[in-house]
């Protein structure tokens, strides 16, 4: 055993002297969210001030021969064994259910601490989006994608609570105050949860079931923009697809556990159009876009601002506009709005659609 832990201690020395120390960047984008560290070099100060150590350690640390080894097997055991997850960025619920760590969690336990200023000041940022939009005649309807965890509350750890009121128990009265349109789908997805999966276990996402909920909810919503909820239900082809999901990826255990997803076909005719270029935008870069038509001249145009919840709630809008463009937030805490888009598309209904979690760090939104 004394020989055997020895080994173990000498091993990653023994590879880091012989050149196998390195960053294994895939994974940790991938799996722990971030960038590996790389220690500034000493001319910018740190080793007058001392934190040369600390930085050094870091990147030694990021670049630890065997690393990446050791952190799966240590994931997957602790999985087998304690049935728990080991990864920060995850939280293992009950009945096998998975939900997003980090900031989820600071959402779900309120230790983000949003004061009610803080929330005064994103409303009237909402407020004039919808202000400026109304003034072009753009009708703007912001949608809210819940947290999963706000959707399976019940499937929460014992340890893990939702404290109440939330962001959007607070925010919203105040949107509604000022007039912005809203998509409240919390309830609406809560209670069609209870009789089937709006969600999938291991995946951070609404399935196809629930993003048809927020589509119909949407296009209520727009009903005066001459908008028309055309995909039905009588059209739908219900069926259960296995598939990777995200959290399953962060924890470390996506070939433990299988992901069940509930996928909905029908008849597509919206096709990808030429994907847009604002060359003389200078937040273009703030924004992946991507472009959708259908061949119906009678149809309004539409601008989607949206995050990864869009994907699936896009393929749904895409059959009520005759070209849909959806521009995806490259980071959460970009902007998330872009006046000169909207006025090269001239849409007439914008859609601003946010996940729960990430009602506060748009970089146009925070303090």
Not at 125 to 143: E, L, S
Not at 221 to 237: C, E, I, K, Q
Not at 291 to 299: D, E, G, I, K, L
Request: net charge neutral.
């Amino acid at each position: 055993m004394i020989a055997i832990f020895s080994l173990l201690l000498l091993a990653p020395a023994l590879l880091a002297l012989t050149g196998h120390a390195g960053f294994e960047t895939l994974f940790i984008e991938s799996r722990e969210q971030r960038h590996p560290f790389v220690a500034p070099p000493p001319s910018t100060g740190a080793l007058a001030t001392g934190g040369w150590q600390r930085d050094a350690e870091r990147e030694l640390a990021d670049a630890f021969p065997l690393r990446t080894s050791l952190i799966a097997a240590y994931e997957r055991a602790k999985f087998v064994w304690l049935h728990d997850v080991a990864s920060a960025q995850v939280i293992g619920g009950r009945h096998g259910w998975f939900f997003l760590g980090n900031e989820e969690r600071r959402y779900i336990t309120g230790a983000a601490g949003i004061t009610d200023a803080v929330l005064t000041r994103a409303a009237g940022v909402y407020q004039q989006r919808a202000d400026w939009c109304a003034r072009r005649g753009i009708t703007y309807v912001f949608v809210l994608a819940p947290n999963k965890s706000t959707v399976y509350a019940n499937e929460l750890p014992p340890q893990v609570q939702l404290v109440t009121p939330t962001l959007a128990d607070r925010l919203f009265p105040m949107l509604r105050a000022r007039g912005v349109r809203v998509v409240d789908l919390r309830a609406r997805l809560t209670a069609a949860a209870a009789s089937g999966e709006v969600y999938s276990k291991g995946d951070t996402h609404w399935n196809d079931a629930g993003a048809y909920i927020a589509y119909r909810a949407t296009v209520a919503a727009l009903a005066g923009a001459g908008v028309r909820d055309t995909v039905t239900p009588s059209a739908f082809r219900r069926w259960v697809a296995s598939s990777d999901g995200d959290l399953l990826k962060l924890a470390g255990v996506s070939d433990l556990v299988e992901n069940h997803v509930v996928r909905y076909d029908f008849p597509q005719h919206a096709r990808s159009a030429v994907a847009p270029v604002y060359p003389d935008d200078p937040r273009k870069n703030d924004f992946a876009a991507t472009a959708t038509a259908v061949s119906s001249p009678a149809s309004p145009k539409a601008v989607v601002f949206g995050d990864s919840f869009s994907d699936v709630l896009v393929r749904f809008l895409a059959e009520d506009f005759r070209r849909t463009v959806l521009l995806r937030y490259v980071s959460v805490t970009g902007p998330q709005f872009d006046e000169r888009i909207v006025e090269t598309e001239k849409p007439a209904v914008v859609i601003q659609e946010l996940a729960e979690r990430n009602l506060m760090y748009a970089r146009d939104v925070r303090p």
